[in-house]
């Protein structure tokens, strides 16, 4: 705005590959790496209702190069120096409640890269997730499905309302149409999952 300066993060990745060999041995096929899914990452987080929980995230250009610009957050630690330093949540509930949305996200969005750095913890630990630059496969199927334990209410609500044009009009410039097909795919498998262990275990041991 011309008075207020303030760090951010920004990445200009845009790599794809038919295939990606990795260090220990994995293989992926139609690799992809983009900045373009930080920005689709936080446009489908604003829809369902899990901003907070993720950095503003938009599209902007630096000495030439294009990129997702992220606003930098203050954090104490991320998740591997707590494990490391074998730091307790205060809140143990909240703490618990914030990790299953992630997990819900994460499985929604497909990321390959979803690791302990990338999930970062405030001064009041509040909970962030960042980097989303191998996301948004192809799959049609959940990741891991056995990550689904729980779900917020209100998140389930939203995945259940979600619409597919609602998805094309907030991230059209940053994902293909077989991108968002993927997505609500995984929508409708996270939903019936979901749906499945409510009528098998209760709503009160499930959902919160």
């Not at 489908?44 to 938009?58: F, H, R, S």
């Not at 001064?123 to 049609?140: E, V």
Request: proline letters at 2%; glycine letters at 4%; hydrophobic letters at 40%.
């Amino acid at each position: 705005d011309g008075v207020l300066t303030h760090d951010a993060g920004f990445q200009t990745i845009d790599e794809s590959k038919a295939k990606q060999e990795f260090g220990q041995g994995g293989v992926e096929m139609n690799f992809r790496d983009s900045y373009k899914y930080n920005i689709a990452a936080y446009e489908l987080a604003c829809l369902l209702g899990l901003e907070q929980m993720m950095p503003v995230t938009v599209e902007r250009k630096l000495q030439g190069k294009t990129g997702s610009l992220t606003w930098w957050l203050k954090v104490q630690m991320d998740e591997v120096e707590r494990m490391k330093k074998k730091i307790n949540p205060p809140n143990p509930e909240s703490w618990n409640a914030q990790m299953h949305r992630i997990r819900v996200f994460t499985q929604l969005v497909f990321d390959t890269d979803r690791n302990l750095t990338n999930l970062l913890i405030s001064p009041n630990w509040d909970l962030y997730m960042i980097d989303f630059t191998r996301a948004f496969r192809l799959y049609h199927q959940l990741k891991s499905e056995k990550d689904l334990v729980k779900c917020d209410r209100a998140l389930l609500e939203n995945l259940r309302k979600l619409k597919t044009s609602e998805v094309e009009m907030r991230t059209k410039q940053y994902l293909n149409s077989s991108e968002i097909k993927a997505v609500m795919a995984r929508r409708d498998k996270i939903v019936a999952y979901f749906d499945k262990l409510v009528a098998q275990k209760g709503e009160k041991e499930i959902l919160y």
